[in-house]
Structures are given as C-alpha cells and as structure tokens.
C-alpha cells in the first residue's frame, strides 16, 4: 500500500513536472514579460522600425557591457561573419583557417566569399581548435583564423593571437555561442569573448545565450578603421547616402529586436550564471559514471555553457531514444564534421584526416541546457541518463 501509494506520488510529481525542452524561451520571458512589451510597444508606436533610437541604445549599451570599442549590430551572425571576412579584404583564393568540429556557418561564408576553408581538428576535451593544427596549415597563401567559440567556452586566444601576430593574419572569432564569456591572459589581463582578435562576430538567434525574438547579429572590434568599413559594408558599401564606395550587403537589426535585447542585456551575466549552475549539477551527477565523459573546462576561460555536451562509450542513439521514452529531449552538436559534408567534400580531405572531431561526431550527445531549469528537471534528467546504464 505505501509502496504504490508512494510510487502514485511519484508519478504524479512527474506528470506536474514542467515540461523539459532543450531551450525554454517562454519562461524565460514570462520573467520580464512586462518589460519586454512595453519596449516592443515603444517601438511600435514610435514607428522607428530601422536604424531606431533602440538600435544606437543597444549598440552603446553592448559596447560597455562587453568593453568593446565599437559594436555594429547587424541581422544575424552568418552576416557578421561574411561582413567581417569582407571588411578584412579577403580576396578569393585565400585561405582562411576554422576547426571542422563546428556549426556549418563559419565555413559557409569562407566558401562563398571565393575564399578557401582550410580546417583543422579540436582538442577532445574541450573541442576547442588546437593551435599545433592551426600552426601546421598555414601557407603562404593563409589569411585569417577564425577560432569557433564552441559551446560557451573560449578558444586559447593567447596561443592564437601568438601565431597570427607571427605570421601576420588576422583574427575573426566567432563568439556566437559565447557571449558573455570571459578570457584571462597569462598577464592576468582578463577580455570578453569577441572583443580578442582584429573582430567578433556574435549571434541573437533566439537559442543563443543573448537570444532576441528572431534573427539579429552583431560584429565587435577594438579598431576605428575597421568599424567605419564594417559599418559601411553592412549598408550597402555606402557611408553618405546614395555614394557607394564599395560592395557591400544590407544587414541590420530590426529596432524591435534591438528593443527586446536592452531589456535581456542586464540579466545576461545571471543568464550565464543560471546555466553553468545546471552544467555543474550535471557535472556532479555523471562524475562517477565512467561511460559518460563530461565536457572539460579550457584553461583560462569560463564557461557560459550554450551546450552541455557529454561524449558517450556506448550505443548513443540508444541512449537518446531512452531519454525521449522518459520525454527528454536531446541532441547531436554535430553530427557530421564540415570535411564529410556533401557541401564542403574537397579533394584535399578525406575520412580519417581528423581524427578527434571523427570520432566527436560519434560520441557526443547534448542534454537540455537552458536557464530555466529546475532541480526538480535536473534530478529527473540525471537519474533517467544514469539509468540507461543499469537497463
Ligand atoms: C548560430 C551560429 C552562427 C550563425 O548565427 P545565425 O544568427 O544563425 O546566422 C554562426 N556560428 C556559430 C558557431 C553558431 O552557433
């Protein structure tokens, strides 16, 4: 009787349970729902939908909380990336150096730009790019390095700067999974993410750490000069109205999502905070477990954990069709390495190559990461992955 009585309760526990997602953005902005509709509604009425008030505001206000000389927002991250490559000069048929572990947008504009994507393999522990390989790829024909921020944690940026200062190549990082993020030097000084190398290029897509409510970017630099292009470039090549200077796209940011992310800048930091609390119980619960491999911290950064991802000895599709019987939703970052991408074949690659990123995109799963989750989800979460190991 108390048995089942007990069992009852807690099944009923469970079915009261919120449900877990990957990225719960609604409570999120349930949290500052009146803020957030009020500033949309600002906007609205105002009718300074492009280049609004909100837009400068936003610029001004992510440029102090990062200590960024200057920011210029623009309309999602592949654009700030692509914009970043065009303001540098790159020409066709140079070489530009990313890791073959990441999303497929860094390579992407490399590609479309005419330039030519020279990848390079990722540390197994925190599948951050590995500046031996970098060393190692470099030509005569090599231009710029673009280290992925991957997941939430910092690339080695003082190595990196180190070989592009040697071998004179620009930087570009890639900050659109860690923003918020802090590097410290070897000399104690410490910078955020993006704001390293000659430019940053970040990300507002909603499921990024500083997500708005659709697509926005934006691109960082310490550099005056570098600005002025970048911000030419993003508007049509143009810096007076109607006299085009040079090629260049039309990215913006709409005032509206300019609007929304004022209002989540200031709880950014707690944001992080929320998550790495989630990573770290995570973290707890698996560290006796030795099938599950945690996701290592890199020296000299912290972590902002924009995914937590565990890297599995054993069946993963398994374990992920076990965690979604328990209606636990996770998945796979990433489940092919940009060189086995139909898109991206090149003569130069072939299977094997790469070995730690081919062997990454066999093992690595990712378990719902976001900054609502409670303990009562957290608890839930780790005892159904542990339980696969005893069914
Ligand atoms: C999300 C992401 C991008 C692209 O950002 P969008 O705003 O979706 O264009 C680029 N690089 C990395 C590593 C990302 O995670």
Redesign the pocket.
């Known amino acids: 009787m108390v048995i089942q009585a007990l069992l009852y309760l807690a099944t009923l526990k469970y079915l009261l349970m919120k449900k877990i997602q990957m990225v719960d953005l609604i409570s999120q902005y349930n949290h500052i729902k009146e803020d957030v509709d009020q500033a949309v509604l600002d906007v609205i009425r105002s009718s300074a939908y492009i280049n609004g008030p909100e837009v400068k505001s936003f610029q001004k206000e992510l440029e102090e909380y990062l200590n960024a000389k200057h920011v210029i927002p623009c309309a999602?991250?592949?654009?700030a990336?692509q914009i970043a490559m065009m303001a540098l000069g790159l020409k066709p048929g140079d070489e530009v150096i990313t890791a073959t572990f990441?999303?497929v947008?860094?390579a992407e504009v490399i590609a479309l730009l005419g330039l030519k994507p020279v990848l390079v393999d990722v540390h197994p522990d925190t599948f951050q790019i590995e500046p031996e390989k970098i060393r190692g790829a470099i030509t005569a024909k090599t231009k710029a390095i673009v280290p992925?921020h991957?997941f939430g944690q910092c690339a080695p940026m003082e190595e990196i700067m180190e070989i592009a200062k040697a071998h004179g190549l620009y930087v570009i990082e890639?900050t659109?999974?860690a923003i918020g993020a802090e590097y410290t030097f070897g000399n104690g000084k410490k910078a955020k993410a993006g704001t390293i190398g000659d430019i940053g290029a970040t990300?507002?897509?909603p499921s990024?750490n500083l997500g708005c409510f659709g697509?926005?970017?934006a691109i960082f630099t310490q550099s005056d000069e570098l600005a002025q292009k970048l911000r030419m470039i993003a508007n049509h090549g143009q810096s007076v109205r109607y006299y085009h200077d040079e090629v260049g796209v039309n990215s913006r940011l709409d005032s509206i999502q300019a609007a929304i992310l004022r209002q989540k800048l200031p709880h950014l930091d707690q944001y992080n905070a929320r998550r790495r609390r989630a990573a770290e119980f995570y973290n707890t619960s698996f560290a006796h477990e030795p099938r599950l491999k945690t996701p290592a911290l890199a020296e000299n950064s912290t972590h902002v954990f924009h995914q937590y991802t565990l890297q599995l000895e054993g069946d993963r599709q398994a374990m992920i069709d076990h965690l979604a019987s328990k209606n636990i939703p996770a998945m796979i970052y990433y489940p092919v390495a940009l060189h086995m991408q139909k898109a991206y074949r090149d003569e130069r690659y072939k299977e094997g190559d790469f070995p730690v990123t081919e062997q990454l995109v066999n093992t690595v799963f990712s378990l719902p990461m976001h900054t609502e989750l409670n303990d009562e989800q957290l608890v839930y979460i780790t005892q159904s992955v542990l339980e696969f190991f005893n069914s």
């Open positions: 999602n991250g592949t654009d990336l990441t999303y947008a860094t992925v991957l890639d659109a999974q990300s507002f897509f990024k697509d926005g970017g």
